[in-house]
């Protein structure tokens, strides 16, 4: 065992943890619990009094058709965000692993889209993709694809997925490379004498082993397919056609700084908050147990 | 079950050779040992006659086809690596299984030889433990077994026994000789340990600098080492090694080096023979036996004694070696045939 660290002085200890302490005080605890107050409040039109309401809020929320909506938006785009973004990942960083020449230099340009900030990887994909003037739209329409996100919902999810997918898989490739890395050499050959073939390999040898950086990297993506794609979908969607890519992030920006129906979007981020709290839980219980290997 | 043959086989990494030129013939169910010093090419050829590493020119033949086109998978070969290697998501059943698995073996075949496997190494009891949960003598039989369900044409050892401790690996190494007699398989057994290298081999191959320096029958090797660099190597103490140019022998034609076994001089003074005489530096008693290190006019020695000694530090004796027991090698030093006879003091 470690000897433990003793100050002498008493005030000390809490000088070091207090920018810590006061970072997560002021950016989570206080809007944190100002959401709370907010949630159980009803503000009146010109924001001028607001009335105790109770648990009406949420009443409200959930019996809304909308709000189910985008439960069901969000569901789908985080697994398949996170599903796209962790197996073209996971792809590329097999065939990373196989590149003998130059790998750093590849390496290097694959982790370029992770500096794109969220908007701008929006904007490129739109310009790519608009039905107006984007490249590739020009292109599908050519092949008989009616290509029309700004219509067709499907299309529109489709492309937020791909524009989403697209910011993470380099984070996603870094820790897939280093934990193929972190693979034995000697075991892949060991398997190969074993009479395995390299589709076998992976999928009997590599794969399990990669368990624990495929968990950390489900955990990490669906909070980021949660939370941190608003700007792509501001900037590609706006949440529509119709509501067909609102998820629920989106909604609780749209309810609360578009439509300024305070109450309601406060409601929302404290159910955001419910969720996210429950997933991680549920992920490091019950997943990350079955996933470590020594 | 197969002879392996081996025709001048080569080795490069760009420009630099590891292995320069190598042929070996083992005779089909015989264990053949590489041994020699880090960095000696061992290890890649061994890898070659595994397919996990190409050949650059010769060739590896298996019952005298040639399998350098042939990768791992189909060459029908098992191999123990230094690591085992086992697979740690698995428990040791799988472990052992897994080979059986993937070349389509019936269930019923497979529980039958993974429980006899089992058996043998005294792993019944441990069938549904996970490799982390093993000791590391235990996890040495886990991939020893895994070897053996195969009942593959050629073993391949990689210092298999180089992370035990050293009772352990005395105790394996008995194993492992006779698990390979009673399974009559073919052997290619690499460890850079000459003790292991000695009681283990049929064949022994020592190895220098990416070139076989001999071949042949263990106890052949030492008591005829082909070069200074043998004799040196295969033996503990070495051999002692004395420049003749500081002793007046009259030694074979060309002869730059004598040598001779620590065990095959004598304390005594003698009228025939290597006649030295020796101070005493220091004294090993190791209990059966006594090493005793000496310097004398051609060089330091490390004489055996038996049982305890009595000489003294410090002390000077006279130290003699049957002519017969003289080895003689040349400025190259490659092996002299013929006998010297002192008459120095």
Redesign the interface.
């Known amino acids: 065992m470690t000897p433990r660290v003793v100050f002498p002085n008493k005030l000390l200890p809490y000088l070091l943890v207090a920018p810590q302490l006061a970072i997560t005080l002021i950016f989570f605890y206080w809007p944190a619990s100002q959401a709370l107050q907010q949630s159980l409040q009803r503000e009146d039109p010109f924001g001028l009094k607001s009335q105790f309401v109770g648990l009406a809020n949420f009443r409200k929320v959930l019996a809304d058709p909308n709000y189910i909506n985008a439960l069901q938006v969000t569901v789908i785009f985080s697994v398949a965000t996170a599903f796209v973004a962790m197996a073209v990942a996971l792809l590329l960083a097999v065939q990373a692993d196989k590149v003998v020449r130059g790998k750093g230099f590849y390496r290097t340009l694959m982790i370029w889209p992770y500096a794109v900030a969220p908007a701008i990887a929006g904007m490129l994909w739109l310009f790519l993709f608009s039905p107006s003037i984007g490249t590739f739209a020009v292109l599908m329409r050519n092949l008989g694809i009616a290509w029309d996100p700004l219509l067709n919902g499907n299309q529109a999810m489709a492309l937020v997925v791909a524009a989403a997918s697209w910011k993470q898989i380099s984070y996603n490739f870094l820790f897939f490379v280093a934990g193929l890395q972190a693979i ?1 050499k ?2 892949i ?9 390299e589709t ?1 390999r992976f999928w ?2 590599v794969f ?2 990669l ?1 624990p950086t495929t968990f950390f990297l489900l955990v990490i993506n669906t909070t980021y397919a949660f939370f941190d794609t608003f700007g792509i979908i501001h900037a590609v969607t706006g949440g529509g056609p119709g509501k067909a890519t609102e998820t629920l992030v989106y909604k609780v920006y749209n309810d609360g700084f578009v439509n300024l129906v305070l109450g309601d979007s406060a409601a929302q981020s404290v159910i955001l908050m419910v969720i996210v709290i429950a997933l991680t839980a549920v992920q490091f219980r019950y997943v990350e147990r079955k996933v470590h ?2 | 079950m197969a002879s392996v043959e081996l025709k001048d086989v080569r080795k490069s990494y760009g420009s630099t050779e590891a292995v320069k030129g190598v042929s070996i013939a083992i005779p089909d169910k015989e264990l053949c040992v590489l041994v020699g010093p880090s960095g000696c090419g061992k290890s890649t050829l061994l890898r070659m006659i ?1 397919g ?1 590493e190409e050949i650059t020119a010769g060739e590896v033949r298996f019952d005298g086809q040639v399998v350098n086109a042939i ?3 189909e ?1 029908d ?3 123990v ?3 085992y ?1 086992l ?3 698995m428990n040791v059943f799988d472990n052992m299984a ?2 059986l698995r ?2 389509g073996t019936p269930k019923d075949e497979i529980k039958r030889r993974v429980d006899e496997a089992a058996k043998r190494l005294e792993l019944s009891h441990l069938l549904d433990r ?1 490799p ?1 949960q093993l000791s590391g003598g235990q996890r040495q039989r886990v991939a020893m077994g ?1 070897a053996i369900v ?1 009942e593959p044409k050629v073993f391949l050892f990689d210092e298999p026994l180089s992370n035990l401790d050293a009772k352990l690996r005395g105790q394996m190494r008995v194993e492992i000789k006779s698990l390979q007699r009673a399974l009559g398989v073919t052997s290619v057994y690499v460890t850079h340990d000459q003790l292991e290298a000695m009681t283990l081999a049929d064949i022994l191959v020592v190895m220098n600098g990416g070139l076989v320096e001999q071949a042949g029958r263990p106890l052949d090797i030492y008591e005829k080492p082909a070069s200074t660099f043998v004799a040196s190597f295969i033996g503990a103490p070495p051999m002692n090694l004395l420049k003749l140019s500081d002793l007046s022998v009259t030694a074979p034609a060309g002869a730059e080096t004598l040598g001779f076994r620590p065990e095959d001089a004598v304390i005594a003074s003698a009228t025939s023979g290597l006649r030295l005489e020796a101070r005493i530096e220091a004294v090993e008693p190791v209990g059966a036996e006594s090493f005793l290190h000496g310097t004398t006019p051609g060089g330091r020695v490390i004489l055996r004694a038996p049982g305890r000694s009595q000489v003294e530090v410090g002390e000077r004796v006279a130290v003699n070696v049957p002519a017969d027991k003289l080895h003689f090698f040349d400025a190259q030093g490659k092996r002299v045939e013929g006998q010297g006879v002192s008459v120095q003091i």
């Open positions: 034995p000697s075991l050959e060991a398997a190969a004498i074993d009479g395995a073939r076998k009997t040898i399990p082993l368990a290997y020594g | 595994a996990l990768g791992p998978t060459r070969i098992a191999m690596f230094q690591n290697a697979y740690p998501h897994y080979g993937n070349r996970t982390r895994r195969r």
